[in-house]
Every structure is written in C-alpha cells, then in structure tokens.
C-alpha cells in the first residue's frame, strides 16, 4: 500500500533549529567545536584506508595462490553480501542505540576477524573455506559500521556549525583521500612485503577507527544519543518496535521516487565497478606484467583526481545546478575507464583516463550524500539509509562473481567493452527520467516531515 504523503511538522522529541536554506544552522555559536566533525571524519578515513588497503591486498593474495579469476570474485561475493544484508536490516538498531556504539563496536569486530587472517596464514592453518568465513564476518561487521559513520555526518555537522553542504563535500572528500592512500599504500606493501601485510594494516586500520570515536566522541557528546527512539505515531508511550520501525524506513523510501531512482542507477552502476575493481583490473594488471603497483597506481590517479574534484564540491557545492554536475561526473567516471584497458593502452594513458574519471566521480557523492540528508528526517536516517544504501549496493557481491566467471568463459578484453557499454547506457538513459528534476529543490537538513506509517506493518 502506497504511504500517505509526508507532511511537515517537527519530529517528536528534537528541539527546532532556525536554518539557513543551505541546511546550515542559523548562526554557530561561539562555544562550537569542529572536534565532532573533526572525529567522524577522521574515523572514517582510517577505516575506509584500511579497508582500501584490503581491496588490493586480499584479491592479488587470491589471485597468486589460486590462479583463479572466479574464486578471487567469489572472495568478493562473500565480503560483500554479508555487508549488505547486515546493513540493510540494522538500520533500526542503529537508530535505537546510537550511531556512536554501533560504530566503535563493529569495527572492533572488523579488527579482530582482519587480524585472524594474516596469523592463520602465518601458522598454516588458513583453508580458502575460513578465508571465505573470516571475510564473511569483516563484512557483516563493517554494514552497520560504514552506517554509523555516515549518519553522524549531518548530526556532528550541526554540533560543529557546518553547513550541511560543506560537511557532505568534507565527507566526500575523506571518502576519496582514503581511496586514494589505501591503494596506493596496499600496492607499495603488497609488492614490497607480499599481500598479508596489507591485511595487518587493515586490522590495525579498524582497531585505530574503533578507538578515535571512544576517544574522540566521548559518551556525554550528542553524537552518542540515539535520534530514533519516538514513537511512531509521534505519542507517549514505548519506542515502537523493531519490524515497526524498519516497515518506517521503507514507506518513507517507497514515497520518494527521486530516491527510489537513484538507488536503481546507482545500484547497477555499483554492480559494474564492483566486478571492474576486485576482478577485471587485477587480471588487466596481471596479463600487462604491471602486477599491484600497477592496481595501486591507477587506483591513487582515480584517487587524488577525485579528492580535488571533492574539494570542488565542497567549495563550490551551494553554487552549482546538481543534476547536470552529476551526469556529468558519471560519464567522465564510468565507460572510459573500460574502453581504456580493453584498448591495451600504455600505462600513462591509462593513468590519465582513470585521473580524469576520478575527477568526475568527485563530485558524485558529495551530490548523494546531501540530497538523501535533505530529504529523510534525522529520526528516519538510520533505517533509510540502511534500505537504500543497501538496495544500491545489491549488485556488487554479484559484480565480482559474474566478472569473474565471464573472463573465464569469454576472456577480458569483450568482458570490458561490454562493461563500459552497459554503463555508457544506464547513466545515460537514467537522466531522462522526470525524478531527476527534484534535485535541485533543496531542502534544509532532515527536513522535518511527519514520520509516514505503513499500515501493512505492526509491531
């Protein structure tokens, strides 16, 4: 059943805030810090290094032990589809505790399974079977941990007086440097220390994510509070239960169409760089004799190109239509960097075409983190951000495994042509869909709309 339409009026429980129409608090008082903004951030950046880090290290380990392109996606596909589901239905729970627990919680979790991987190896005892269990657990912990994160953003913005816009583009921009210094750090190691040292760092990465948000984001901070206690109805009474809360989260979702429209694009676009990164670069890198400092040097030009495309953002993010910046930012990001490798270029070329895709890709998330933050109220954040960043990422434990298993059949250079085709086509054909209008209508921040009930779902 369709929900009703929402309507506005304030969420229960949370004072109101005068705002300016970019979202930003009205006039940041003087006792403000940058120090929760600051915390989330860096957070962010050492976990996401790490688990770059890993993205080289763990698929050129497979790839060397085995010889197998289809097992490397299949260690691909067991990281990824724990860490969807995990995340797509820890939305409520997240919303219910508090993002700063779940955060430090799961990325001791992540730490302590990445560091297992490495030490079993070192004593023989790490079969391809608890290799796929240990990266398994990694991912399953690492769903609710990158959501934490993500939605601390716009509440740690508002304790530190940050536009809204200037902390998606700050949060774009850690995104990205961590892309950039993880591979490059993970080829450096791989090649001079082999791939279980890069795993060390990625458990070392997690275990320092884990303690900068205790350390950094004490437990008196409002960071700490949980936002989606209310009732559903907005009354008196106890929280709502946990299936209430979650059927919350998708009949909002399902009332959205401009972000029922980016989940589809993105979800497919996802599916492609999934299967693009963890299994056709590595075998591109490894047929042209460039091996993992060739991975980790097209991975930082992508990288450094797109956090200067995310300073941009940041920077210039409140003066620039949204909707021609984004297509723009996927055609330069998507197909070119197919056609490149499947065209056997030089190494430069290649860097050039990746350093201009990254560029463009800069600008992608900064776009995508603000429009969901306007439009979902911050007592909904958690769970809808759980279902969509999770119906987005859906393809992606499938990206690894059918590249795999179509380099297999069909060789690498036809698998890449017909990657950059299928993406050329999607990014294209999703911009004529009417939806995409409503991005430039912004929003305040957690635009205060009534919490839509499903009446299908009961605690």
Request: hydrophobic share 50%.
């Amino acid at each position: 059943m369709t929900p009703p339409a929402p309507r506005r009026g304030r969420i229960p429980g949370r004072l109101p805030h005068a705002r300016r129409p970019g979202g930003a608090p009205d006039a940041p008082s003087p006792g403000r810090s940058i120090r929760p903004l600051a915390g989330v951030l860096a957070a962010t950046a050492v976990s996401l290094t790490g688990t770059r880090v890993s993205a080289v290290a763990l698929p050129w380990f497979v790839l060397v032990t085995t010889g197998s392109a289809a097992q490397t996606g299949l260690v691909a596909f067991c990281e990824m589809t724990p860490y969807i589901l995990v995340k797509m239905f820890t939305g409520p729970l997240v919303d219910r505790v508090g993002p700063r627990i779940v955060s430090w919680t799961t990325d001791t979790l992540s730490a302590a399974a990445a560091a297992l991987i490495p030490l079993l190896h070192a004593l023989d005892l790490l079969s391809f079977w608890l290799l796929l269990g240990l990266v398994a657990v990694i991912g399953a912990a690492r769903g609710p941990g990158d959501l934490a994160k993500e939605i601390m953003v716009p509440e740690a913005a508002e304790h530190s007086g940050v536009s809204l816009q200037r902390a998606t583009g700050l949060s774009g921009v850690t995104e990205r440097l961590a892309s950039t210094v993880g591979p490059a750090a993970g080829g450096a190691l791989v090649a001079l220390l082999g791939p279980m040292a890069g795993l060390v760092v990625n458990a070392v990465c997690f275990a320092l994510g884990s303690l900068v948000i205790v350390l950094v984001l004490p437990r008196g901070t409002g960071l700490a509070v949980p936002s989606g206690n209310a009732p559903a109805d907005g009354g008196a009474g106890e929280p709502a239960g946990y299936w209430r809360r979650f059927g919350e989260g998708f009949a909002f979702l399902r009332g959205e169409p401009l972000l029922l429209t980016i989940i589809v694009t993105v979800g497919v676009t996802n599916l492609l760089d999934a299967g693009f990164m963890a299994v056709l670069v590595p075998v591109w890198a490894e047929g042209s004799g460039g091996g993992p400092a060739a991975i980790g040097l097209t991975s930082s030009a992508a990288g450094i190109a797109a956090v200067c495309g995310s300073l941009v953002a940041a920077a210039l993010a409140h003066r620039l239509r949204r909707r021609p910046v984004f297509f723009a930012g996927f055609l330069l990001a998507g197909a070119p960097r197919f056609v490149v490798l499947a065209c056997g270029a030089p190494l430069w070329v290649v860097l050039v075409v990746f350093a201009v895709g990254g560029f463009g890709g800069g600008f992608l998330n900064p776009i995508l983190g603000a429009v969901s933050f306007e439009r979902v109220p911050r007592a909904l954040l958690g769970r809808v951000r759980a279902l969509g960043d999770s119906l987005a990422w859906a393809g992606i434990p499938l990206g690894g495994l059918l590249a795999g298993l179509a380099v297999t059949s069909a060789g690498l250079v036809p698998v890449l042509l017909a990657g950059g085709a299928v993406y050329f086509l999607t990014t294209n054909l999703a911009a004529l869909r009417p939806e995409w209008r409503e991005m430039d209508r912004r929003r305040g921040a957690g635009a205060p709309h009534e919490v839509p009930e499903d009446p299908a779902v009961r605690s």
